[in-house]
């Protein structure tokens, strides 16, 4: 016979433990002493309170409708809110999971070499090789032509001075807006103007490294574009990647020659069945009882003549 503690030790072990939730505790924007320990959950309200902005909020917004069923523990809220988003998460997770599962279940089945990432791979590997070889060219191009290898390094620091123009734009603009202070103090403090010092000098040095050129002696390659050899590149793609799709073969029986004669009787036949089914049922009836009639006069005709 069990004792009233060993029942109490079986009821403890299937009572699920309960899941202790710890949250940061926040100090209050109005009183930093205090601690948000509520929230109202009102739509037109949705505030967190400490006990202090508890008794105001009570006295301010609910005084006339004297409910405050809305207002509720703060950790409460925290619970809820975090067990629904979980809810939310976990649900989005399984529905992401069943759709991966199906998608790969088909690919598996229909395409058992996974073609797509078979193309990918092959893709990467083509726009790999295009830059290199790009890559390359112009490295062997400015290498004969350090001339002009300066010039579209000029370019590109031309590029990164224009971006600066943009940014002295914007901070013309901040100073008309509620970023003015900041803007102010920047410039008073002097980065402004040290930045601004930085891409002068760097443009001048650009300008004075393309004067010392002469331009007018630069050998440079002529380039010519075959665009016709396209075509073959095409081809040589065609070849590095080849699909096969099987197509069954129906095998078509010939039909025995068939005389004139007995195809204009199969013809006939079939025009006569074709005008019988598009005959509505009303009429087909009404055409076999009028042939009975026919039939029932015709034998009461013959009888009167026997007669």
């Not at 997770?93 to 991966?100: A, K, R, S």
């Not at 004969?144 to 013309?172: F, G, H, M, N, T």
């Not at 068939?258 to 009429?283: A, H, K, L, V």
Request: hydrophobic share 25%; proline share 3%.
């Amino acid at each position: 016979m069990k004792t009233k503690g060993d029942q109490n030790k079986g009821n403890t072990k299937q009572q699920p433990q309960k899941q202790i939730n710890t949250y940061k505790e926040i100090q209050c924007y109005y009183h930093p002493n205090e601690k948000l320990k509520y929230f109202c959950k009102k739509p037109d309200c949705l505030q967190p309170l400490c006990k202090i902005c508890l008794d105001i909020h009570i006295e301010e917004a609910h005084q006339e409708s004297n409910d405050t069923k809305e207002v509720v523990s703060y950790e409460k809220c925290l619970a809820e809110v975090t067990k629904k988003m979980s809810d939310n998460l976990a649900y989005f997770l399984d529905q992401i999971g069943q759709l991966n599962n199906h998608i790969d279940r088909i690919i598996n089945f229909q395409c058992p070499q996974n073609w797509m990432s078979l193309i990918q791979s092959s893709e990467t590997q083509i726009t790999d090789l295009i830059r290199s070889y790009f890559s390359n060219l112009k490295s062997y191009l400015f290498s004969i032509s350090p001339e002009v290898s300066k010039l579209y390094s000029a370019q590109d620091r031309l590029i990164v001075c224009s971006k600066r123009v943009d940014q002295l734009r914007s901070e013309l603009e901040n100073l008309k807006s509620e970023n003015s202070v900041t803007q102010l103090i920047l410039f008073y403090q002097g980065d402004v103007e040290k930045l601004n010092n930085r891409y002068l000098q760097y443009l001048e040095q650009t300008f004075d490294e393309l004067k010392q050129i002469n331009f007018q002696s630069i050998n440079a390659p002529k380039i010519l574009i075959n665009h016709n050899k396209l075509n073959d590149l095409m081809e040589l793609l065609n070849q590095y990647i080849n699909y096969e799709q099987e197509y069954e073969e129906q095998e078509k029986e010939e039909e025995p020659q068939i005389g004139y004669e007995e195809q204009r009787d199969r013809m006939t036949q079939n025009e006569q069945s074709e005008r019988e089914e598009e005959q509505p049922i009303d009429i087909i009836m009404a055409q076999d009882k009028l042939s009975e009639k026919n039939e029932y006069g015709l034998q009461s005709n013959d009888e009167d003549l026997e007669y």
